[in-house]
């Protein structure tokens, strides 16, 4: 199994711990930050999407040019580019990175974020919309010939691309926890993104996407990836305590107001965060490093499960997800820049000699 880890970038130096409302994009904080993770290590790196932030697809430009190993991530809401329009702008930024691009689709989880962007669509729909656009970037990426499309959510005649991948095709990640999801990041996706769950959850989910893929009738499986934010210090009761620290300014930051960027008010809409919600209500740590007030604290904004503890219980932590099956495994922490270092310094290299051991110690078979 070929394991590989992904970051997210971040435009300029505001952060969780702390959040500066209406930065200007830092080019200089940017640049650094995508050569820290091409130099610690880290093979993929998401560009985020929402309807008040910096493009991601400018943004992924970016990283091509300061970086030379990373693989950038955009995130794609269909409701934003039109799917011929994005096959090309994909296939673009793949050709300047040497084929390096990678495309995230977010169907949309809150109604009042989509409704920003005039999208007025049910849950299901926008599903339904993803498939349709997937398999659009799909043909546009292999077709040399001019082609029609008469879905629900596209329709166009005679769209002829000369603008292709290097390698042929862009990997295409969808994420979620729902039905539409498994069913359509089951039968379409290259990879499927999860949120960190305890390992019982996770691999339950991981279950469900191969349900799907093979529903399908797909010889593969999606790749998994599972995205955690780790607090990480020199030994496990420094991380604790440091854990603490940063639960107590995630609160306060809390109590001055709502977020920058709301959702709708409320309980999440979005089944990722509910479930989140739910297993947090369960208990404070999951398996032995899983730790979850930092949902609460965040009302499951995206990603919010913590690890916690020394580079050791970390990679090990890692190591019991990759074991279940997952073999892209997303870190970001909650001090940006300094967290990154400190993964490709601790962490990532535990996890990365673990796993040559154990492929050292496999037997070689006749």
């Known amino acids: 199994m070929t ?4 970051s997210a970038s971040y435009a300029n130096s ?20 995508a050569r820290t993770l091409d130099e610690a290590g880290f ?56 084929g390096r691009v990678v495309v995230h689709f977010i169907a949309g989880g809150d109604a009042v974020e989509q409704a920003r962007e005039g999208d007025f669509l049910t849950k299901e ?26 879905g629900k959510y596209y329709q166009f005649k005679g769209f002829s691309n000369a603008v292709l991948p290097v390698n042929g095709t862009i990997p295409v990640s969808v994420g979620g926890s729902s039905d539409d999801a498994y069913r359509v990041g089951g039968s379409l996706a290259d990879i499927f993104g999860l949120w960190g769950e305890p390992l019982k959850e996770t691999r339950e989910q991981i279950d469900r996407i191969h349900d799907e893929a093979a529903k399908a009738g797909r010889k593969d499986r999606p790749r998994i990836w599972v995205t955690f934010r780790p607090i990480v210090a020199e030994t496990d009761e420094l991380a604790w305590a440091k854990a603490h620290r940063v639960l107590e300014t995630l609160k306060a930051n809390a109590a001055k107001g709502p ?3 709301p959702l709708s008010n409320g309980p999440p809409q979005n089944v990722g965060s509910q479930r989140l919600l739910q297993i ?25 499960t913590a690890l916690v503890g020394s580079p050791q219980t970390i990679a090990d932590s890692i190591l019991d997800y990759i074991d279940l099956g997952a073999d892209l495994i997303s870190i970001r922490g909650y001090d940006n820049l300094n967290d990154a270092i400190d993964y490709g310094r601790y962490v990532l ?18």
């Open 3 to 6: 394991v590989e880890f992904i």
């Open 14 to 33: 505001s952060s969780d711990l702390d959040p500066r409302p209406g930065a200007p994009l830092d080019p200089i904080y940017f640049a650094r930050y």
């Open 43 to 98: 093979n993929y790196t998401l560009l985020p999407y929402h309807s008040s932030s910096f493009d991601p697809f400018v943004l992924g430009a970016t990283v091509i040019a300061h970086t030379r190993h990373v693989r950038p991530i955009i995130a794609l809401r269909p409701n934003t580019v039109y799917p011929t329009v994005a096959a090309r702008a994909l296939a673009t930024l793949d050709q300047l990175s040497g």
């Open 125 to 150: 729909q926008r599903y339904e919309r993803t498939e349709e656009y997937i398999r659009i970037l799909r043909r546009a990426w292999q077709s040399s010939t001019p082609f029609d499309f008469d």
């Open 259 to 261: 977020p920058t960027r």
């Open 280 to 304: 947090a209500a369960r208990g404070e740590v999951h398996d032995h490093a899983l730790w979850y007030p930092t949902v609460t604290a965040t009302n499951a904004r995206g990603a919010s």
């Open 349 to 366: 290299p535990l996890v990365r000699a673990e796993l040559e051991r154990r492929t050292v110690q496999e037997p070689v078979h006749a």
